[in-house]
Antibody, heavy 121, light 112 residues
Framework: EVQLVESGGGLVQPGGSLRLSCAAS????????MHWVRQAPGKGLVWVLR????????SYADSVKGRFTISRDNAKNTLYLQMSSLRAEDTAVYYC??????????????WGQGTMVTVSS | QSVLTQPPSVSGAPGQRVTISCTGS?????????VHWYQQLPGTAPKLLIY???NRPSGVPDRFSGSKSGTSASLAITGLQADDEADYYC????????????FGTGTKVTVL
């Protein structure tokens, strides 16, 4: 079964750090671009970061540039999100998502269940 | 922050047809980038519903259909069912911003 499972969310104080993980299974992880998408409570979906298949190229939304880092370990089939200098406005459910290939390119065809990050004192 | 605009809500009775619009601009939908649609049931992760403007992943009923014209796209749901009650998001790519992948504002579909 094709699956993404996030972990690492929790409560963190403003200015703190947190690392999220996303374990992939059921597909050739190293062949796909991967993304993090977040959703603040009661709000819509917002794309945050992207990494290409071999980890050599990344893209970030302005809102997290310089504070968040996306990385991957293809040997471990795992995607990471290192978050630092966290702010209250970073409070959200964080989803990892697989970008589709071929005709599915540009779409997010597989999503994890999400992990909640709460930034509060 | 969203550059794709959707109506906040649409509603219909069981069996009816509803449509959701997604309005963009010349830097995203109008530039020829594909539009994709997602369904998010309450308390769950989004699920890909339509990709490449008009295509359904396997397992998605043909009651769901997508279209695109100019700077806009639409999602139609025919034969509305109670379990279609969810939030729906369009998504595309934008070449003018540092946010490359953009989502719509989201539409809540209510089955009366």
């Amino acid at each position: 079964e094709v699956q993404l499972v996030e972990s690492g969310g929790g409560l963190v104080q403003p200015g703190g750090s947190l690392r999220l993980s996303c374990a992939a299974s059921g597909f050739t992880f190293s062949s796909y671009w991967m993304h993090w998408v977040r959703q603040a409570p009661g709000k819509g979906l917002v794309w945050v970061l992207r990494i290409n298949s071999d980890g050599s190229s990344t893209s970030y939304a302005d809102s997290v540039k310089g504070r968040f880092t996306i990385s991957r370990d293809n040997a471990k089939n795992t995607l990471y999100l290192q978050m630092s200098s966290l702010r209250a406005e970073d409070t959200a459910v964080y989803y990892c998502a697989r970008e589709g290939w071929g005709l599915l390119g540009g779409s997010f065809d597989i999503w994890g269940q999400g992990t909640m990050v709460t930034v509060s004192s | 922050q969203s550059v794709l605009t959707q109506p906040p809500s649409v509603s219909g009775a069981p069996g009816q047809r509803v449509t959701i619009s997604c309005t963009g601009s010349s830097s995203n939908i109008g530039a020829g980038y594909d539009v994709h649609w997602y369904q998010q049931l309450p308390g769950t992760a989004p699920k890909l519903l339509i990709y490449g403007n008009t295509n359904r992943p396997s397992g998605v009923p043909d009651r769901f259909s997508g279209s695109k014209s100019g700077t806009s796209a639409s999602l139609a749901i025919t034969g509305l069912q109670a379990d279609d009650e969810a939030d729906y998001y369009c998504q595309s790519y934008d070449s003018s911003l540092s946010v490359f992948y953009v989502f719509g504002t989201g539409t809540k579909v209510t089955v009366l």
